[in-house]
């Protein structure tokens, strides 16, 4: 089974459905009315990758289109149930082949047979399915891809210092219902596991993120910070989605460490019993002067812009200027 970079990731799946588009239109002439859509896409989520919604279709649709094959591009949002209606949907408008980036294996599996029980085709992309009728699989090296990222957090380390014996480094992998997750472990685990043996760096803690789900990534990312107290110093994450989690919960120290010093500071503070000098925040003259500040520096705020735009406009107009 070969798998291949992006741009014969793209490539491939064009030949593939080139050649099966040709046995479609064989199949589609023997009949009397032709169909409205010849290959059925079949993606999975939003929320596992930005790629689901911002380039795969992009440039799916541009490489089908280039080949003059009709289509139907569909989102599943994460629901199994949805994606097997629109591969049903695609059925009856005519597809006689199915691109399926699967959600799980059962449904990826009957949604395939769907396609080539009545003589159609189906391609696996990106996400293998085991047990499937497809006629080709077409995705990414991904123990390459596993490689790249740990020489690039290796990389980073250096550049930043941080590549010592004592420097813990953390994975987060995709999920485990996607293959591609364990290529992508393997890759990792072909540069990292010598420089753990070796003592050159040191293992830190290990999960897979179901789903490649962001949110999950975050509440994992948060316990492998509480198990090594907040000591790690090289982060690998599987995806993009699962690599924003972890950089959103780091940036959170920035903001909650500044907080916490305060809050420290304050609470260092000796208690001072109420004297003549003493403002209490408890009576109406303390609230209207709150409320006067927050109205005050709101108008500060906003009172600029609109003197310049619309209240200038609206008094030019009423002297006869328009614009």
């Not at 280039?66 to 949805?82: E, G």
């Not at 597809?95 to 085709?121: C, H, P, Q």
């Not at 293992?203 to 994992?220: C, E, R, S, Y």
């Amino acid at each position: 089974m070969k798998r291949f970079g992006r741009t014969g990731l793209i490539l491939v799946l064009v030949g593939g459905v080139a050649a099966l588009a040709v046995a479609a239109v064989a199949m589609a002439s023997t009949t009397k009315k032709s169909a409205s859509v010849q290959v059925c896409v079949l993606l999975p989520d939003t929320k596992s990758s930005v790629r689901w919604t911002q380039f795969d279709p992009k440039y799916i649709g541009a490489a089908l289109k280039k080949a003059n094959v009709t289509y139907s591009m569909n989102n599943a949002l994460n629901d199994p149930s949805k994606q097997t209606a629109q591969a049903q949907a695609c059925l009856a408008a005519g597809a006689k082949g199915v691109i399926e980036v699967s959600l799980d294996n059962g449904s990826a599996s009957a949604i395939e047979k769907l396609f080539t029980s009545k003589g159609g085709w189906a391609i696996d992309y990106d996400r293998q399915v085991t047990g499937g009728t497809a006629a080709v699989y077409d995705a990414f090296d991904g123990t390459a891809v596993g490689a790249a990222q740990a020489n690039g957090i290796i990389a980073a380390m250096k550049a930043k210092h941080t590549y010592k014996p004592s420097s813990i480094v953390a994975e987060l992998w995709g999920g485990q219902t996607d293959q591609n997750a364990f290529w992508f472990k393997s890759g990792n685990d072909k540069v990292l596991n010598p420089l753990f043996k070796q003592h050159k760096l040191k293992k830190g803690p290990q999960k897979f993120v179901p789903d490649w789900d962001a949110n999950n990534a975050a509440t994992i990312f948060n316990q492998m910070l509480v198990k090594t107290s907040n000591n790690v110093q090289g982060i690998i994450a599987a995806n993009d989605n699962i690599a924003g989690a972890v950089t959103m919960l780091i940036g959170r120290f920035f903001m909650i460490l500044p907080m916490l010093a305060i809050a420290g500071n304050l609470a260092k503070k000796k208690y001072v019993p109420p004297s003549l000098g003493t403002f209490p925040v408890t009576t109406p003259l303390f609230s209207f002067l709150l409320i006067s500040v927050i109205l005050i520096v709101g108008a500060l705020t906003f009172f600029p812009a609109w003197s310049l735009g619309p209240i200038v406009e609206h008094l030019l107009m009423q002297s006869g200027r328009l614009f």
